[in-house]
């Protein structure tokens, strides 16, 4: 089974960055749509951005839009998220999630069999 772990995540002021890394091992995640999701407390998990597989098609949330950047590293079994001008409403706990698909999708429940751990990332002044 694909084992997933995030790392990166950290406390930054607003207007800063990170880069959040989600590495992968079992499987090769070049062949796997991946992608980053949060939950901040009391809200819903919901979809940040998704990498397909081949196709290296991607999709943001709304909210991230312009800020956030998915990549992969396929040489290192790495996807990264680069996220700047940080917000304060961007502060949870993102995971990594996977599935061996073509394209990637946003949604939260049923589309990824993969998930990793988290990794809390704190937006504050």
């Known amino acids: 089974q694909l084992h997933l772990v995030e790392s990166g995540g950290d406390l930054v002021q607003p207007g800063g960055s990170l880069r959040l890394s989600c590495r992968g091992s079992?499987?090769?995640?070049?062949?796997?749509?991946v992608g980053w999701f949060r939950q901040a407390p009391g809200k819903e998990r919901e979809g940040v951005a998704c990498?397909?597989?081949?196709?290296?098609?991607?999709a943001y949330g709304d909210l991230v839009k312009g800020r956030f950047t998915i990549s992969r590293d396929n040489a290192n079994n790495m996807v990264y998220l680069q996220m700047d001008n940080l917000k304060l409403e961007d502060t949870a706990v993102y995971y990594c999630?996977?599935?061996?698909?073509?394209?990637?999708?946003?949604?939260?429940?049923?589309?990824?069999?993969?998930w990793g751990q988290g990794t809390q990332v704190i937006v504050s002044s």
């Open positions: 990498v397909g597989s081949s196709s290296g098609s991607t």
């Open positions: 079992g499987y090769t995640l070049s062949y796997y749509a």
């Open positions: 999630a996977a599935e061996s698909l073509h394209l990637c999708s946003l949604d939260v429940h049923g589309y990824y069999s993969s």
